[in-house]
């Protein structure tokens, strides 16, 4: 069995008194595209730093492609392409000349695969970066991060910024220059549906600390918003995990995680219900903001009902 | 199609940097060849006996400016421009960059040292001079510490190899004393601290054998002015005579390879850190001087720039005060209250003309950067008001520093020497007239280039022109009663035109990015 592309185990890292991750462990297996999601300043950027050895960890243990990257930096990063979000890059190469410049860094540079996909992303290597668009530039910046072949790309929010189209066009690429090759992606975002359609797997961030892994897929299976008079969610918050909650009218809207159990219970109890499937903004804004304690002591708490 | 050159990948990681830096350094280089070699030619005039004072005052002048800005772009050109982090992620280790970066730097700045030297030197052999009155004019002119070392039939030698050791010098201890700052000016500020530091401590130590009149500790310190920034260019000058100068060389070796070592092993060696929750740390002991919020946009601009000009004043003033002490204590003919205005006065004049163009150049240092002037551009400010507001704050923070450290040299026992002569009046008019100058000419220069060590560059060539210009229209061609009428009137014009100059870059936001 090959070892994880991604190996992350009950690391910690502060600045100063500001803990930024506290005891994160994850794996992300060869071959998948595993979007990593937060809010901006969960973590996420740090993280991306620790594994291109860029940071130091304060506890825990990462390996990267079988590589511990803070003792071994280099090594890490000549097998992995990096994007990072809003790279600035020297204004004055033109775009050819920062291939050129790029290519004796990376034992594995491919120039004529550079060239070829800066065809294929359209980027004009005549034109300096400075005067570049901010599509071009992460074009470029993609282009950058591929053609050495890299085992692993990590790509940290690269659509910032980006219009509608244009990230649907980068999102192509991806799918049809990595995951059609088989590569590992780990791909940083706080845009849920930028990367719904291309994730096998994701992972949410929320304070330091990975809330909730799954395939997306099942994600989107097992979470979902439950409808109920308020009298009966009393029974949900005891046997399933509400992530979050709405009063609507009588009646409440949970969201909760393990929707089979939720609703094998109120089948079982016979109470009236309505699930609304939800999509993974929607999920992913469920984990992050959403009310999963201090509802029961509200003004407006649903009673339990006696079973 | 790509052309071939294009499909040509570069063949090693070394030909790559060096190609890179090199395209970094060399319109740099091209100026600063330019300026030097020019300014060589104006200054001795095709009159030999012009020659000595010429290249001593010429390269010990550059010498101490190229060093101090290269170092400084070197410290913190990658991230002042954002680029540091693109450079961290490469599959090299950052030391090899870096280490490319203080090479290039270096020959940037050493090629128009051994321009001049080269060209002194042809002008000198083909002239045939008598190298008797050479050697008479030499003795006048070039520093005592470099006829001692290198003999005065060799004055010529003995300058620019002193020339290269300083700008070696402090090239590589301000790209150390600097090195990660966010930009090249607080690379500067950091870096000029940290070396007056040094020089503060020898000066301590300096005086303690004096007090104490140790031989071994005043030999000790003799020895680290050698480690000192810039502090090789003295070489064996302050070497006792009949002492080896194995204990200075390896001094200055050590020193300098140590500073260079630390610069290595620091450059690039920071990430960016999460931003801090606003919590009570920050507001704790803090003194909010015009209260928040802002009560109008006139006073949020004061207090913007006040914030922006008033450490560089500080540190400026600060760091007169010690070299002034330093001075007064390592020289022993000046022993009186008086000496040590003068001393005051005369270290806050010329450290005050770099203090004066760094100041100029920060007024606008952020606000022309193309995010931050993104910002600025989109809030609805008067751009006029804006420029007028920041100009004449930068002015008046560098006028009261400046002024305060005059009126302290003035007000010392036999301090009133210093305004003793019959145009005591015009002389500081003109000084001051002179340094609003720089201070627009410097911000001109860095809203139209955009880039600080080139708007430095650029700021000082400028006016030292200028200077010969005005010498040479004005002074050596007009007759003596409109000479001070048409300086004047030069120096107006130039000030306006720099001043409109500057207004029009930035209310249009006109500039080139150089890079």
């Not at chain 2, 290039?104 to 052999?125: E, I, N, Q, R």
């Not at chain 2, 560059?457 to 001070?484: E, Q």
Request: proline content about 4%.
């Amino acid at each position: 069995m090959s070892t994880p592309a991604i190996d992350i185990q009950a690391v910690h890292k502060s600045f100063r008194r500001h803990q930024v991750l506290r005891g994160m462990t994850l794996q992300v297996e060869r071959g998948q595209t595993f979007a990593f999601l937060g809010r901006n300043g969960a973590g996420k950027t740090t993280t991306i730093q620790l594994l291109l050895g860029l940071l130091n960890r304060d506890e825990g243990a990462i390996r990267v492609l079988g590589h511990d990257p803070e003792n071994e930096p280099l090594e890490v990063r000549a097998k992995v392409g990096y994007l990072a979000e809003d790279q600035t890059m020297y204004g004055w190469m033109k775009c050819g000349d920062i291939l050129r410049f790029m290519a004796p860094f990376y034992p594995t540079w491919d120039h004529d695969l550079a060239l070829k996909y800066a065809k294929d992303f359209e980027v004009p290597l005549q034109t300096k970066i400075k005067h570049l668009s901010k599509g071009q530039n992460v074009r470029l910046g993609l282009v950058l991060a591929l053609a050495h072949r890299p085992e692993l790309v990590i790509l940290d929010d690269p659509a910032l910024g980006l219009d509608p189209i244009m990230r649907k066009q980068f999102n192509r690429d991806l799918i049809t220059h990595l995951q059609g090759e088989g590569r590992t992606v780990f791909y940083s975002s706080h845009l849920l549906y930028e990367v719904e359609p291309v994730a096998d797997e994701v992972a949410i961030l929320k304070e330091g600390r990975i809330v909730r892994r799954s395939e997306t897929e099942a994600l989107r299976r097992d979470v979902k918003q439950i409808i109920l008079g308020r009298q009966a969610a009393g029974l949900l918050q005891e046997k399933s995990t509400v992530l979050d909650f709405r009063p609507d009218g009588d009646d409440v809207a949970l969201t909760v995680a393990g929707v089979g159990i939720a609703l094998e219970l109120l089948h079982r109890d016979g109470v009236e219900h309505r699930v609304v499937d939800l999509d993974l903004d929607e999920i992913f804004e469920a984990y992050v903001t959403g009310k999963s304690h201090g509802w029961e002591t509200a003004e407006d708490q649903p009673v339990a009902i006696e079973t | 199609m790509f052309s071939n050159q294009q499909q040509r990948p570069m063949r090693t990681i070394y030909h790559s940097l060096l190609w890179k830096e090199w395209h970094e350094h060399k319109w740099k280089l091209a100026m600063l060849v330019l300026v030097t070699v020019l300014l060589s030619l104006l200054f001795w005039r095709g009159e030999p006996q012009m020659l000595p004072v010429a290249v001593t005052t010429l390269l010990f002048g550059y010498s101490v400016l190229a060093g101090l800005f290269l170092g400084m772009q070197t410290a913190a050109g990658e991230r002042g421009r954002g680029t540091m982090p693109f450079l961290q992620t490469l599959p090299v280790s950052v030391r090899k960059p870096a280490a490319i970066k203080v090479l290039m730097a270096w020959v940037t700045a050493f090629v128009p040292v051994l321009l001049v030297v080269g060209l002194a030197y042809a002008y000198l052999s083909s002239y045939n001079s008598d190298s008797a009155t050479l050697t008479a004019m030499a003795d006048s002119s070039v520093p005592q510490v470099v006829l001692d070392t290198w003999g005065r039939q060799n004055w010529l030698l003995g300058t620019g190899l002193s020339g290269i050791l300083c700008v070696t010098s402090l090239l590589i201890w301000m790209a150390a004393a600097g090195v990660n700052r966010s930009d090249e000016i607080r690379a500067g500020a950091i870096g000029f601290l940290i070396m007056a530091s040094v020089w503060v401590f020898i000066g301590i130590l300096g005086y303690w054998a004096e007090e104490w009149k140790s031989s071994s500790l005043d030999h000790t310190v003799r020895v680290m002015m050698s480690a000192a920034a810039g502090g090789p260019s003295i070489g064996g000058g302050n070497r006792g005579p009949r002492e080896s100068y194995l204990p200075f060389v390896a001094a200055a070796v050590l020193s300098h390879g140590c500073v260079m070592a630390w610069f290595l092993v620091s450059f690039g060696r920071h990430a960016v850190r999460p931003a801090r929750t606003r919590g009570g740390r920050g507001k704790i002991g803090r003194i909010d001087w015009l209260g928040p919020p802002r009560k109008s946009q006139l006073t949020a601009i004061i207090w913007k720039q006040v914030s922006e000009t008033g450490p560089l004043a500080v540190v400026a003033a600060a760091a007169i005060l010690a070299m002034t002490s330093l001075a007064f204590w390592f020289d022993s003919g000046s022993q009186s209250r008086g000496s040590y205005a003068e001393l005051l006065a005369g270290i806050a004049l010329s450290v005050g003309f770099l203090v004066t163009v760094v100041a100029g150049m920060g007024v606008f240092l952020e606000d022309v950067k193309p995010k931050i002037g993104i910002f600025r551009r989109s809030r609805p400010v008067n751009v006029t008001m804006w420029f007028v507001v920041k100009y004449c704050t930068g002015l008046m923070v560098l006028a009261i520093t400046f002024g305060a450290l005059f009126l302290l040299a003035f007000l010392m026992p036999n301090g009133q020497r210093l305004l003793s002569s019959e145009y005591a009046g015009e002389q500081v008019a003109a000084i001051a007239l002179v340094f609003l100058l720089v201070y627009t000419l410097s911000m001109a220069c860095y809203c139209l280039g955009r880039q600080p060590i080139f708007a430095a560059v650029t700021a000082i060539s400028v006016f030292f022109l200028g200077v010969y210009t005005v010498d040479f229209l004005i002074f050596r061609s007009l007759p003596a009663d409109m000479r001070l009428f048409g300086a004047l009137a030069v120096m107006v014009v130039a000030q306006v035109a720099l001043t409109a100059l500057a207004w029009l870059a930035v209310r249009n936001n006109w500039g080139w990015n150089i890079e």
